[in-house]
């Protein structure tokens, strides 16, 4: 167990329509990023935000959208869903300044788009 | 951009065997880390080993160990004594210390281990 928590662990949705990924991070972190996972793929780099402020951008949609509460914790918001979106979500977190700046993954959440 | 590439998608190793599944990458950086994952069956990412870029010995974690050769860009990880357990996706992935701290992740390669 990481520590890292994600909810919910699965989602069922139909194309068109809007979800919110909830990720809670490690005590102590401020970090989280945000990762998309596609069937066999790597993982793709989405989108970091450090104690409330966005900090660094990856290949994120317009479509996407995500923001980091003053408890730390994350959402991430997927608008128009297309059926393409399916993938597991990952969060993880990190604290900032220590070696290696490890990264904490979450369990996921599975996203299927109808 | 940073690119990581692991040109296995798939290997096989029968049980109590050495394998070696490899990686590259690019960077125009001088100082980075570099990451082993590993994603069973559950999809939870786990974290293998880890180098950093400016230390010359190669990181080992028990069976764990890896080639760190920075000059042709290449980190292996090399699996000693294979166990079923070890089955998995196993991907190699680049950090950078300048570039707001994004992580890039090669393709993965698929690890089938053989009783």
């Known amino acids: 167990d990481s520590g890292v928590t994600q909810t919910p662990k699965h989602l069922i949705t139909a194309t068109g329509q809007r979800v919110t990924l909830r990720c809670s991070p490690r005590s102590g972190d401020l970090s989280v990023y945000w990762y998309q996972q596609s069937l066999d793929q790597g993982l793709q780099f989405l989108i970091q935000?450090?104690?409330?402020?966005?900090?660094a951008k990856g290949n994120i949609l317009e479509r996407f959208s995500a923001q980091q509460f003053p408890d730390l914790h994350s959402e991430l918001n997927l608008s128009s869903l297309e059926l393409g979106d399916s993938a597991l979500y990952f969060c993880?977190?990190?604290?900032?300044?220590?070696?290696?700046?490890?990264?904490?993954f979450g369990p996921g959440t599975r996203l299927t788009v109808l | 951009a940073q690119t990581v590439t692991q040109s296995q998608p798939e290997m096989s190793v029968q049980e109590a065997e050495t394998v070696t599944l490899s990686c590259t990458y690019d960077t125009s950086e001088s100082d980075y880390y570099l990451f082993w994952y590993k994603q069973p069956p559950s999809r939870q990412m786990i974290l293998v080993i880890r180098?950093?870029?400016?230390?010359?010995q190669n990181a080992t974690e028990n069976r764990f160990s890896v080639n760190f050769q920075k000059a042709a860009k290449s980190f292996s990880l090399k699996i000693s004594d294979s166990q079923l357990g070890d089955a998995a996706m196993y991907f190699c992935?680049?950090?950078?210390?300048?570039?707001?701290?994004?992580?890039?992740f090669g393709a993965g390669t698929r690890l089938t281990v053989k009783p």
């Open positions: 993880a977190s990190s604290v900032e300044g220590a070696q290696f700046n490890e990264q904490f």
């Open positions: 180098q950093e870029a400016y230390k010359q």
């Open positions: 935000y450090y104690n409330g402020e966005e900090r």
């Open positions: 992935a680049y950090r950078s210390l300048y570039n707001n701290n994004d992580m890039r």
